[in-house]
């Protein structure tokens, strides 16, 4: 299973964060397997140069610009993908922001609040809004970018750390409410990645030496298949292994 190809004809699926990186490549290969991709993105440029890509290559895709602060507007997109096609396949949780690299004392509270109001606040927004979606599908599957952040808490990552712990969390207490049913959610830690906001975190790494974003969507394409069973666990891209979370008590 883990590396397959998936086929996705006649899917939906919903992608945050599509308009570069890995979210962008996500998108990507998730219409080269058939699905029709809501890609979702701050960036009209980015969605457009995606959009192109994915028709040249014989997919489809829906342009929805929106910035995950827009709480209102995360729960009308899932109003919006009901009134169209009924139900939602897979959901990406691609984007989220870095915040600043510090000590926490010196994080600054505007800078704080908005890692966790986009990288918690509104994946939960999300989450409720396409709950009810992925139950309508034959088999739902949610994908939520986490990192090793989550688990490692370096020095001087709080605010990042925290939001993917609690994104975690979430994602963790999702997967056990929908164990029984044909939903499946995973976290999936992409790790060290040629992306912009690797180059924030890191500026002095070279990026050359890292795996360019096209390389780790490959790697979790197979996250939406319809086959797949593994539910509540966090994937590890560069390792291609699922890693146990802690149980519930």
Same mark, same amino acid.
């Given at each position: 299973?883990?590396?397959?190809?998936?086929?996705?004809?006649?899917?939906?699926?919903?992608?945050?964060?599509?308009?570069?990186?890995?979210?962008?490549?996500?998108?990507?290969?998730?219409?080269?397997?058939?699905?029709?991709?809501?890609?979702?993105?701050?960036?009209?440029?980015?969605?457009?140069?995606?959009?192109?890509?994915?028709?040249?290559?014989? *997919?489809?895709?829906?342009?929805?610009?929106?910035?995950?602060?827009?709480?209102?507007?995360?729960?009308?997109?899932?109003?919006?993908?009901?009134?169209?096609?009924?139900?939602?396949?897979?959901?990406?949780?691609?984007?989220?922001?870095?915040?600043?690299?510090?000590?926490?004392?010196?994080?600054?509270?505007?800078?704080?609040?908005?890692?966790?109001?986009?990288?918690?606040? $509104?994946?939960?927004?999300?989450?409720? $809004?396409?709950?009810p979606l992925l139950r309508l599908s034959d088999a739902g599957?949610?994908?939520?970018?986490? $990192?090793?952040?989550?688990?490692?808490?370096?020095?001087?990552?709080?605010?990042?750390?925290? $939001?993917?712990?609690?994104?975690?969390?979430?994602?963790r207490s999702w997967a056990h409410e929908t164990q029984n049913?044909?939903?499946?959610?995973?976290?999936?830690?992409?790790?060290?990645?040629?992306?912009?906001?690797?180059?924030?975190?890191?500026?002095?790494?070279?990026?050359?030496?890292?795996?360019?974003?096209?390389?780790?969507?490959?790697?979790?394409?197979?996250?939406?298949?319809?086959?797949?069973?593994?539910? *509540?666990?966090?994937?590890?891209?560069?390792?291609?292994?699922?890693?146990?979370?802690?149980?519930?008590?």
């Amino acid at each position: 299973m883990i590396g397959t190809v998936p086929d996705l004809s006649g899917r939906v699926a919903l992608v945050t964060g599509a308009s570069r990186g890995i979210g962008y490549f996500i998108a990507k290969g998730l219409a080269g397997c058939g699905a029709h991709v809501v890609a979702v993105a701050r960036t009209v440029g980015g969605l457009e140069e995606l959009d192109d890509e994915i028709k040249a290559a014989g *997919g489809s895709a829906t342009l929805v610009p929106l910035d995950l602060t827009d709480m209102a507007g995360i729960d009308r997109l899932g109003g919006a993908i009901h009134e169209r096609w009924g139900k939602l396949d897979v959901l990406v949780a691609n984007a989220g922001v870095l915040g600043t690299i510090s000590p926490i004392g010196h994080v600054e509270a505007k800078v704080f609040e908005k890692v966790m109001s986009v990288n918690v606040i $509104s994946q939960w927004r999300l989450i409720r $809004s396409v709950d009810p979606l992925l139950r309508l599908s034959d088999a739902g599957r949610a994908i939520l970018m986490s $990192s090793g952040a989550a688990s490692s808490a370096k020095a001087f990552w709080g605010p990042y750390a925290a $939001s993917k712990a609690a994104l975690e969390a979430l994602g963790r207490s999702w997967a056990h409410e929908t164990q029984n049913m044909a939903v499946r959610v995973n976290m999936a830690n992409p790790g060290a990645t040629r992306t912009a906001m690797r180059a924030q975190a890191m500026p002095g790494e070279e990026p050359e030496t890292l795996p360019h974003p096209s390389e780790i969507a490959q790697r979790l394409l197979f996250l939406a298949s319809p086959q797949l069973q593994v539910t *509540g666990k966090r994937f590890e891209a560069r390792d291609q292994v699922f890693v146990d979370l802690p149980a519930p008590a």
